[in-house]
């Protein structure tokens, strides 16, 4: 870990969790399962704004966040998205290849990269279904997925409310997953990693999954 890095890790983070608790109530289980070095893919399902800082803060080492990319054009945002080692992807494309490139460098890097699966925040709570980009650099590389769990994001900050409110915040870090396509078919790998990550995410989730 470089400076930036430690200071996000050993200063913010846990600055930060101290001081939202009161207001959010955040609790984890899990954390553990998230390997302390080498290449890991984090797949949460994404509720809310806050998602990914109420995600990162337990977890004692770097991670860089694939980010939407539309947030990059609110100048006074930007500082801060960087600070956190937050990269851009275009959700108006289908496949964004730049971003999806991104991610698998870090991953070579041995880096933590989190990417949503969903694409984007859930408009009813629900667990949407999943893009297969980040599956698809997972089974190539052959990374650990660790799917995360995360409760009560929609009813503190969904898309329809402009601030947040307070409320009770629950974060479930499974155990990593692997596959490897081998012999088989790279496509048919990827979404059998991105159904069963999807089933891992639901077996937590107090909402509805989306048929």
């Given at each position: 870990?470089?400076?930036?890095?430690?200071?996000?890790?050993?200063?913010?983070?846990p600055a930060?969790r101290?001081?939202?608790?009161?207001?959010?109530?955040?609790?984890?289980?899990?954390?553990?399962h998230?390997?302390?070095?080498?290449?890991?893919?984090?797949?949460?399902?994404?509720?809310?704004?806050?998602?990914p800082?109420?995600?990162?803060?337990p977890?004692?080492r770097?991670?860089?966040f694939m980010t939407?990319s539309?947030?990059?054009?609110v100048?006074?945002l930007?500082?801060?998205?960087?600070?956190?080692q937050?990269?851009?992807v275009?959700?108006?494309k289908?496949?964004?290849?730049?971003a999806?490139?991104i991610?698998?460098?870090?991953l070579?890097?041995?880096?933590?990269?989190?990417?949503f699966?969903?694409?984007?925040?859930t408009?009813?709570?629900?667990?949407?279904?999943?893009?297969a980009?980040?599956?698809?650099i997972?089974v190539?590389?052959?990374v650990?997925?660790?799917?995360?769990t995360l409760n009560?994001?929609?009813?503190?900050?969904?898309?329809?409310?402009?601030?947040?409110?307070?409320?009770k915040i629950?974060?479930y870090?499974?155990?990593?997953?692997y596959?490897?396509?081998d012999?088989?078919?790279?496509?048919?790998?990827?979404a059998?990693?991105a159904?069963a990550v999807?089933?891992?995410?639901?077996?937590k989730?107090?909402?509805?999954?989306?048929?």
């Amino acid at each position: 870990m470089n400076l930036h890095q430690r200071t996000i890790v050993y200063v913010t983070r846990p600055a930060l969790r101290l001081a939202l608790h009161p207001f959010f109530r955040m609790t984890y289980f899990g954390v553990e399962h998230v390997p302390k070095t080498g290449p890991v893919l984090l797949a949460p399902n994404h509720q809310a704004y806050a998602d990914p800082f109420w995600i990162g803060l337990p977890i004692r080492r770097p991670i860089h966040f694939m980010t939407w990319s539309r947030v990059f054009r609110v100048a006074y945002l930007r500082p801060l998205l960087r600070y956190f080692q937050c990269f851009p992807v275009d959700h108006d494309k289908p496949f964004d290849k730049s971003a999806l490139k991104i991610a698998q460098e870090l991953l070579r890097a041995g880096q933590a990269v989190m990417i949503f699966p969903e694409g984007g925040r859930t408009p009813h709570g629900d667990l949407q279904e999943f893009k297969a980009g980040a599956f698809r650099i997972a089974v190539k590389l052959r990374v650990p997925i660790v799917p995360v769990t995360l409760n009560g994001g929609f009813e503190v900050w969904n898309m329809y409310r402009k601030l947040p409110r307070p409320g009770k915040i629950t974060v479930y870090f499974h155990p990593p997953m692997y596959f490897s396509a081998d012999d088989r078919d790279l496509k048919e790998v990827t979404a059998e990693a991105a159904r069963a990550v999807r089933e891992v995410i639901a077996s937590k989730l107090q909402r509805p999954v989306a048929s």
